[in-house]
């Protein structure tokens, strides 16, 4: 799977929206970009996928970039609960494993 | 319905025993996949199976780490002979299909502490 590239970590108040980045440059056409997050001492969570379109669900918005080499997960409104190490990842369609990167960090303060 | 489900939340062993992690995906789902989280790191793929059979081991230590995924009940992570460096969290999850669109459901993990 090809490489995303995520800041280490983000602050944000509570209420405020985050958005967090994620860089790509070298995804593939087939690439699925999939979000996930791990709070602590829990097992991953799934976020949100796409593939070109931009993409909303009831935990979060995913924009991905025209050129693909790019993609911001949104959380319009972070709460404690989302204090959470979040994952960008690409997954093709002949792949089956998740290849997790380091995350980026977020940190919510009330 | 019931998530992905794994026993035991927390298991420790002394050097030289065995570990059994056993993992119940969703009902529906025939992929499973064990990942493992070693302290302060981040989670790297071990094992993809489906029904009785093993379909990706590349990120499994090639001794004493072994799985299997039976027809009838859970799939079970073995570890034999465990070493103090086998400390870690032991994630499974299960999808529905494979591929770049399918989504992966994780259990809560089973932590191991080798002493």
């Known amino acids: 799977d090809a490489k995303t590239t995520q800041p280490n970590s983000m602050e944000s108040n509570e209420e405020e929206p985050v958005h967090l980045p994620c860089n790509h440059s070298t995804i593939s056409g087939t690439d699925y970009i999939h979000w996930y997050r791990q709070l602590p001492s829990q097992g991953p969570e799934y976020v949100i996928h796409?593939?070109?379109s931009n993409v909303n669900n009831r935990m979060a918005s995913l924009a991905i970039a025209e050129d693909r080499k790019s993609s911001t997960l949104i959380l319009h409104r972070a709460t404690l609960r989302d204090a959470a190490v979040y994952y960008c990842i690409l997954n093709g369609n002949a792949g089956n494993m998740l290849t997790f990167g380091g995350g980026t960090r977020l940190m919510v303060k009330p | 319905n019931a998530g992905v489900m794994q026993n035991p939340r927390h298991l420790v062993r002394r050097r030289g025993q065995e570990a059994r992690l056993r993992c119940s995906p969703m009902k529906g789902h025939s992929h499973v996949y064990w990942y493992r989280q070693l302290p302060e790191e981040g989670l790297k793929f071990m094992v993809y199976l489906q029904k009785e059979n093993i379909i990706d081991e590349s990120g499994m230590p090639k001794e004493r780490f072994s799985a299997e995924f039976p027809k009838e009940g859970p799939s079970i992570l073995r570890i034999q002979q465990v070493v103090r460096g086998d400390s870690a969290a032991y994630f499974c999850?299960?999808?529905?299909?494979?591929?770049?669109?399918?989504?992966?459901?994780f259990g809560p993990g089973t932590r191991l502490t080798v002493l």
């Open positions: 796409g593939l070109t």
């Open positions: 999850a299960s999808s529905h299909l494979a591929g770049g669109t399918d989504t992966q459901y």
